[in-house]
């Protein structure tokens, strides 16, 4: 029976994608169905390790991410975790051969927001590394499912959606991010003088990221170029509305894409890709 608990640990990990991300989920929506589970498993791991770090105010957030990083590691090596989050992404690492490297990195990245860091653009590419391009590539060994010679081409293009996407969400957050966690994640950046040209110096940054992504999504499998692609219009829409924003709105708002804009932009990329537009 122990197919029944696999099934609600999965739907625990869906129904967490779904309660954090409507983006990420429509994503996933336009996956093939047999890719849904494995990256929600993905997701829900990612985000309850970001969870920890950001929003555990008042617990040991050390510890609680020192128990989560043994447990991980536990589960993984014997197939099965009481977390349901855990046991579905133990299922995903084992069937799809991830990396165990990039679920460290991940996790290294995770213990640096811990910590209040002065960000050297060193420091900043290591972050990045780990809480973004490792996700990408963690997907990508879904994407390609076992075809090595594909992920090692697609590899560079899916570490830099992710970096893209981190990026975004930097300049998305940045409110919070500075004012409440006290974090500033872009190097040899003043947050209290935030001007136009270091905000036009980042952008610059992301557009090349987004730029060589394309390419990559555009050789991904049928079967996740679509959801691929979705969550590329997305957050580069949501980038084009933090590029018309003066910095200093940034710092004091949260930018978003309304729940019609994003069906908009659902028809529309769909569209494209039905179409063979891409």
């Not at 060193?122 to 879904?142: F, H, P, Q, R």
């Not at 018309?244 to 908009?264: C, D, M, V, Y």
């Amino acid at each position: 029976m122990k197919s029944l608990f696999d099934d609600v640990s999965v739907k625990c990990s869906k129904l967490t994608t779904r309660a954090y991300s409507t983006s990420f989920s429509l994503g996933i929506y336009f996956l093939k169905s047999n890719l849904h589970d494995p990256i929600y498993s993905i997701y829900g791991f990612v985000r309850f390790a970001d969870e920890i770090v950001d929003s555990f105010e008042g617990f040991d957030k050390s510890k609680l991410l020192k128990k989560f990083k043994e447990e991980t590691y536990e589960a993984i090596e014997n197939k099965i975790s009481l977390n349901p989050i855990l046991n579905a992404f133990q299922q995903v690492v084992n069937q799809y051969h991830i990396s165990h490297d990039l679920i460290e990195t991940f996790l290294e990245s995770m213990e640096m927001d811990l910590e209040k860091i002065d960000y050297s653009t060193e420091k900043y590419e290591t972050y990045i590394l780990g809480s973004a391009e490792v996700v990408g590539l963690m997907c990508l060994y879904v994407f390609t499912d076992g075809n090595i010679k594909l992920y090692e081409e697609l590899k560079p293009f899916a570490m830099k959606l992710g970096a893209a996407f981190q990026k975004v969400n930097f300049l998305r957050d940045m409110k919070d991010d500075y004012h409440i966690l006290g974090r500033a994640y872009f190097p040899g950046i003043d947050m209290s003088n935030f001007s136009i040209t270091a905000k036009q110096m980042i952008e610059k940054e992301i557009e090349g990221d987004f730029k060589a992504a394309l390419y990559g999504i555009k050789k991904l499998p049928d079967s996740s170029k679509g959801g691929v692609y979705l969550a590329y219009v997305y957050y580069n829409s949501l980038f084009k509305k933090i590029k018309n924003a003066h910095p200093q709105k940034i710092l004091t708002e949260r930018i978003r894409i309304s729940n019609s804009e994003k069906f908009g932009l659902m028809i529309n990329s769909m569209f494209q890709y039905k179409m063979n537009l891409l």
